[in-house]
């Protein structure tokens, strides 16, 4: 059956034939909140595009059973649940340079439009007034301008106010100062652009550091003549104290294109206030971003749906598929192990542990896998890569990783040690040559065998007889044994048999098994 994509905001036609022509199944309804979503269509599809009209929540990943990936036709996801995306194993991808060149832009036209009062000029005329005295405004030459935030659009702005001969100054904790070394930029502290600044663009995300960064205590430490500019997000601002500082001539102007809540309620303080230049989120309309933003969701989107290829991922443990391919046997070994563990456990999980050893470092990564083995067959939500630690989160369970120096006897070893209320369970493993992986020791026993099949986990005490005891159960039984491999320990006198079997067995015979008077445990695996 096709893959489904709904498509909840305007794309544009060349975008939507991308999906077509790859042979997916379009719903295209561009007009949230107007969507009609109580009809079943959640609960059929597996990919969802938008722009930053629609918003996505907690319910809508719940209804969407088989939502695998949400394409975001720009940069910012606030429209998102990604936490509740996350939880719930979908995807979400945006395109983090779609509109930036569109967005720097419409930074600097507000910039501009607000220091000639070029709105407010069109307005009068409109008005039928010829008004010229009361519109002097300012050169941008030789002001300074504060940057918050040096990502993708803040640089591009700082490219063209340049040409402006502006002075800037920049202001970004999570960038590599040696980024801006001999440039003309000068990197500041907050406070220090917040009091020298003529002009302040906002070009942060909103995230809880960001959240009413501008409200009246900092617009009261900024010039009486200074100017705003947020093409950024809205909530970035507190419009209420915006509105006061521009009426009370606390700072001299606001251009603003993005609000808290969009479309812009018609209550809104900033609709009645001095010196204010309001755009409806326009930063990235342009044909040109549209466009482009467009065919590269759906391209991405379709990408990831047919060909498991990932760019611009939000909310994934690690940058590309492509970065994790080496550890693809590791990760099947991991996955493996899991669920080995899965099937051994008889109690509450409260931890998990992973050590690697030798060549192979990623416990990270291996955790993602062993969690994914270990909680996809003991939940029925579906358990992926994306989601594997939040649902270890959600249960309570405490995760860890580490690599070991210590000398092994592999040139690499990956050990998982679950952590019970009151035992470990504890299993080994190793890729070797042509990318085979082996279980080495499972439950404190050095064995060997490839994981795979129907598998009978025996533990007994090490006395003669066990084997042929065990044998003659399966014999009676008609189930033929592929291979049996045995561990002795040495020191208490047990041991742990691995047998492969061909088919499944049931309880009953299980419990023949266990009626061996030597035999203290089976455990039966099927990987
Ligand atoms: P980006 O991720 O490239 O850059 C954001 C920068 O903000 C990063 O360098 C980050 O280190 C910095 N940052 C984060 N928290 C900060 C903080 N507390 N203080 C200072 N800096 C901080 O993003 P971008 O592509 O440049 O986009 C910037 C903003 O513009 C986003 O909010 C995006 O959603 C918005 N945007 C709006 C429109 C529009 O239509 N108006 C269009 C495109 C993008």
């Not at 059929?44 to 394409?71: C, M, P, Y």
Request: hydrophobic residues 40%; charged residues 20%.
């Amino acid at each position: 059956m096709a893959f489904k994509v709904l498509i909840t905001d305007p794309i544009s036609d060349t975008g939507i034939k991308i999906l077509e022509e790859r042979g997916l199944e379009v719903v295209y309804q561009p007009n949230y909140p107007e969507v009609d979503l109580s009809n079943g269509v959640l609960e059929s599809i597996d990919g969802w595009i938008i722009r930053s009209g629609t918003q996505i929540e907690d319910f809508h990943f719940e209804t969407a059973k088989n939502l695998k990936v949400v394409g975001r036709a720009g940069v910012g996801v606030d429209n998102i649940d990604i936490k509740n995306a996350t939880r719930t194993g979908c995807l979400v991808m945006n395109v983090p340079d779609g509109n930036s060149i569109s967005a720097a832009e419409h930074t600097v036209a507000m910039m501009s439009a607000l220091s000639r009062n070029i709105h407010k000029g069109h307005m009068t005329l409109l008005g039928g007034a010829w008004e010229r005295s009361g519109l002097i405004g300012n050169e941008l030459q030789n002001k300074t301008l504060g940057v918050i935030g040096l990502g993708r659009i803040g640089r591009e702005v700082i490219k063209r106010a340049q040409s402006y001969d502006m002075k800037i100054l920049g202001f970004d904790p999570y960038v590599n100062e040696s980024l801006f070394e001999g440039s003309e930029v000068e990197l500041a502290t907050i406070e220090d652009l917040y009091a020298k600044s003529d002009y302040i663009t906002l070009h942060v995300p909103l995230v809880d550091s960001t959240k009413y960064m501008i409200s009246m205590k900092t617009l009261k430490k900024m010039k009486s003549t200074a100017r705003i500019i947020n093409v950024a997000r809205g909530g970035i601002i507190n419009e209420n104290d915006l509105a006061e500082a521009l009426n009370s001539n606390i700072i001299a102007g606001a251009a603003i294109d993005v609000f808290e809540s969009e479309p812009l309620s018609k209550d809104s303080a900033l609709l009645s206030s001095k010196n204010i230049l309001l755009t409806p989120h326009l930063g990235a309309s342009t044909y040109e971003a549209k466009e482009g933003v467009s065919l590269k969701i759906c391209q991405q989107v379709s990408d990831y749906l047919l060909d498991d290829k990932l760019l611009n991922p939000i909310n994934l443990p690690f940058a590309s598929f492509e970065d994790i391919k080496t550890l693809t046997p590791f990760l099947n070994l991991s996955e493996v192990m899991g669920l080995i563990q899965s099937q051994i456990i008889e109690e509450p999980i409260k931890s998990i542990s992973i050590q690697c050893f030798g060549e192979v470092e990623e416990g990270k990564i291996l955790s993602i896998g062993v969690l994914k083995g270990l909680l996809g067959s003991i939940t029925d939500n579906r358990i992926n890569y994306i989601n594997a630690h939040s649902v270890a989160n959600e249960r309570g369970i405490a995760v860890s990783y580490s690599h070991s120096s210590e000398s092994i006897a592999y040139t690499n070893s990956v050990k998982s040690i679950v952590q019970l209320q009151n035992k470990e369970i504890t299993i080994e493993g190793s890729v070797f040559s042509d990318n085979i992986f082996r279980i080495t020791n499972i439950l404190g026993f050095d064995i060997d065998f490839i994981p795979s099949g129907h598998i009978l986990c025996i533990y007994n005490k090490d006395v003669p007889g066990v084997v042929g005891s065990v044998g003659g159960v399966l014999g009676r039984n008609k189930i033929n044994i592929a291979e049996f491999i045995l561990s002795r320990s040495s020191n208490n006198n047990t041991a742990c048999s691995i047998v492969k079997i061909d088919d499944f067995v049931d309880k009953n015979v299980i419990g023949h098994i266990e009626s061996i008077p030597e035999v203290t445990k089976v455990f039966l695996l099927k990987i």
